[in-house]
């Protein structure tokens, strides 16, 4: 019983933390999310060549990027895909 | 006892509302199914489509939808009697206001996380979405002549406000600072710009502060400027502009974004603090009127109460939240419901404090004429909530600059996010054969000095009036993309289609109601070139509305007589 109340309390707490981040602090993650998105983009764009055999940048530096891009691959291409419109911007 | 029969009275709403009517329709009609991958999962990109947990999303939401217009609202509209006001709120939310927000959620879930832009290309026409466009940019400009009219011509010209609001802003630009460069703790950073806000409005009350700027207002009496507004008015107007200029060209991490995050301690704990104080002194009604009269300042009760009060019963900006926002990190089906009808029933209670504000804080219908009355709700509000804070011993100057600077937020908050938009939609739309259409600064200026046209020129009553039939038409038109949804997925609809029906109506007679007092009532008795102008405005804009309301309800209906037509042919 105790345990059970404990448990209650504590999911009482839980969601009343996740309201409260919610209110405040939900939309500064979203927007920092937006940012590295964008940042994203950027990325992709200067290793594109080497994704697809041209070489743009050095190989050296490319090599140094990769790693780090072609993880985001998948979720960048849903990005990209995406039909948008103005009232994207609204959210 | 009366505040203590209001609570009740709300609470009774919720609990039949949302936990008998909302659910029944959730579970029987609805049938939204955990186990489905909903868009946030299918699509996820890490940036829109991203799961959240359902307790996240209700507060992400409820913010969202909060600001002004519940407030507002129902201060207005009790000019009619405090009875048609509270019913209006409860039985709106009850039957069409959490219809609308759930609805436009859920289709979003199952349409893939459509807008709502897309969602109108896809079920009712394609030009129905250009059309819904100019609708928007209308929609948003009045939003701002109305939230610029309340706190530029009316706010800011207390001399105890302007300091606490420049407070309030500063520290939210050094919030940024804090997070985002110098990569400080985030409660840490919380404390230093909340105790130096509320140091700040503190200041701003004191004698020396406000003569300061009684002394740049020209006050007491502040000589007239400009079309027919005082010097007050010009200067805090221009303040306001000045403050959503810097927001719409600055960076959004830098400047909009963290005053945001101040503002929202601020506000909550004025919120608090007030319900707090209401509930220790639970004032009774006095001789406030159940209702004085059918017509008033505003018009006539049907159908101008149905769109005064916007936000607290149903609002078309919920839509768009929903579907742009809410709608793509939903982590399962059965979370709409408690996120979407949720935060509009805890809106609902919002907006039912809001009316408390108006009422009982001031005991009669003198002292809420005495306050400002309709024509100037903020200030009710202001003064209201002082009268609650005043109960837990805080001292009613400070109450009312605290009242006046965090309604200011809270309407600088959305402004700042439509300048924003329109700065946006103004590139798109013109971009391509004005090119300098797409320069930051000089979208921006145009917004800002369509926003001042509006400010100055047009009555605080007949813009309110304005924007709530744009506001409430946007929600009947969402009410139709919801009915035609469920009826594509051969779903019963009468629960989304009726209300839909009736907020079609009403705002529409409410623009026409507005059309014809502007032409053919208030513009041959105008003496003044202000007063024309503004008359020719708002009646333009009455008309323009009606005729794109017409278009997309035609498109519509064609849209809803879809399947009967193929069904017929297949017959044939």
Same mark, same amino acid.
């Given at each position: 019983m105790e345990e059970n109340q404990e448990s209650l309390l504590k999911r009482l707490g839980r969601s009343a933390k996740e309201f409260l981040y919610g209110m405040a602090g939900h939309d500064m993650t979203r927007f920092a999310l937006k940012t590295r998105g964008s940042m994203e983009h950027l990325f992709i764009l200067i290793t594109m060549g080497d994704l697809l055999g041209i070489p743009i940048l050095p190989p050296y530096y490319s090599l140094r990027l990769l790693p780090y891009v072609v993880p985001q691959i998948s979720t960048w291409k849903r990005r990209m895909l995406r039909e948008r419109d103005l009232t994207d911007a609204l959210a | 006892m009366f505040t203590i029969l209001v609570l009740i009275l709300a609470a009774a709403g919720v609990a039949i509302g949302y936990g008998l009517y909302a659910r029944t329709i959730d579970k029987n009609i609805v049938q939204p199914d955990p186990k489905k991958a909903t868009p946030a999962k299918m699509y996820m990109d890490g940036v829109d489509f991203t799961p959240a947990s359902k307790n996240v999303l209700f507060g992400y939401q409820f913010k969202s939808i909060a600001a002004l217009g519940p407030i507002t609202g129902p201060i207005i509209a009790v000019q009619w009697g405090w009875l048609p006001a509270i019913v209006w709120v409860i039985l709106g939310t009850f039957f069409i206001g959490w219809v609308q927000d759930y609805g436009a959620m859920i289709m979003g879930v199952r349409r893939d996380g459509d807008t709502m832009g897309a969602l109108s290309y896809k079920l009712i026409s394609p030009r129905a979405r250009n059309i819904l466009m100019l609708f928007l940019y209308f929609y948003l400009l009045l939003i701002m002549g109305a939230f610029g009219n309340a706190v530029g011509k009316v706010l800011m010209t207390n001399p105890q406000v302007p300091f606490g609001m420049l407070t309030v802003? %500063?520290?939210?630009?050094?919030?940024?600072?804090?997070?985002?460069?110098?990569?400080?703790?985030?409660?840490?950073?919380? #404390?230093?710009?909340?105790? !130096? &806000?509320? +140091?700040? #409005?503190?200041?701003?009350t004191q004698p020396f502060m406000s003569n300061i700027f009684s002394a740049i207002f020209g006050l007491p009496d502040s000589p007239v400027w400009f079309l027919g507004n005082t010097q007050a008015q010009v200067i805090g107007t221009l303040l306001v502009v000045i403050f959503c200029y810097l927001g719409s060209v600055l960076p959004i991490w830098s400047y909009a974004q963290p005053i945001n995050y101040v503002s929202f301690w601020i506000v909550s704990l004025g919120v608090l603090g007030g319900i707090l104080g209401m509930l220790i002194w639970r004032p009774g009604i006095g001789d406030f009127p159940a209702f004085t009269s059918f017509t008033t300042a505003s018009g006539p009760l049907w159908p101008m109460l149905f769109v005064t009060i916007a936000c607290g019963a149903i609002s078309g900006w919920h839509s768009l939240v929903s579907t742009s926002g809410t709608a793509r990190q939903l982590e399962k089906e059965t979370d709409a419901l408690p996120v979407g009808g949720g935060a509009m029933f805890l809106e609902m209670v919002f907006a039912v404090v809001a009316f408390l504000t108006a009422t009982v804080a001031w005991g009669s219908f003198q002292g809420y004429q005495d306050a400002g009355g309709a024509g100037k709700a903020l200030a009710v509000f202001a003064g209201g909530l002082a009268n609650f804070l005043s109960r837990l011993g805080i001292p009613t100057s400070?109450?009312?600059?605290? $009242?006046?600077?965090? %309604?200011? !937020?809270?309407? @600088?908050? #959305?402004?700042? =996010?439509? +300048?924003?938009?329109?700065?946006?939609?103004?590139?798109?739309? =013109? $971009?391509?054969?004005?090119? +300098?259409? *797409?320069?930051?600064?000089? $979208?921006?200026?145009?917004?800002? /000095? =369509?926003?001042? /046209?509006?400010?100055?020129?047009?009555?605080? @009553?007949? !813009?309110?009036?304005?924007?709530?039939?744009?506001?409430?038409?946007?929600?009947?038109?969402?009410?139709? /993309? !919801?009915? @035609?949804? @469920?009826? &594509?997925? $051969?779903? *019963?609809?009468?629960?989304?289609?009726y209300p839909s029906i009736f907020m079609i109506v009403t705002t529409i007679a409410a623009l026409l109601y507005l059309a014809y007092t502007s032409f053919l009532v208030k513009l041959p008795a105008a003496t003044t070139a202000q007063a024309s102008i503004a008359n020719i405005l708002i009646g333009l804009i009455a008309l323009t509305l009606v005729v794109a309301a017409g278009f997309l309800i035609a498109d519509g209906w064609r849209a809803l007589r879809r399947p009967r037509v193929k069904e017929a042919a297949e017959k044939a």
């Open positions: - | 802003v %500063l520290m939210g630009v050094l919030a940024g600072q804090m997070t985002y460069r110098w990569k400080q703790d985030i409660i840490l950073t919380t #404390i230093i710009t909340v105790v !130096i &806000s509320f +140091v700040g #409005i503190w200041v701003s400070f109450g009312t600059a605290y $009242g006046s600077v965090f %309604l200011t !937020i809270m309407a @600088l908050t #959305i402004m700042q =996010l439509c +300048v924003r938009f329109m700065r946006v939609a103004s590139a798109e739309l =013109l $971009g391509d054969s004005v090119p +300098v259409m *797409k320069n930051v600064h000089v $979208g921006t200026t145009v917004a800002l /000095l =369509l926003t001042l /046209l509006f400010v100055w020129v047009i009555p605080w @009553l007949t !813009i309110w009036a304005a924007f709530g039939a744009a506001n409430q038409l946007m929600a009947g038109l969402a009410l139709m /993309l !919801i009915s @035609l949804w @469920l009826m &594509s997925e $051969g779903r *019963k609809n009468a629960w989304a289609l």
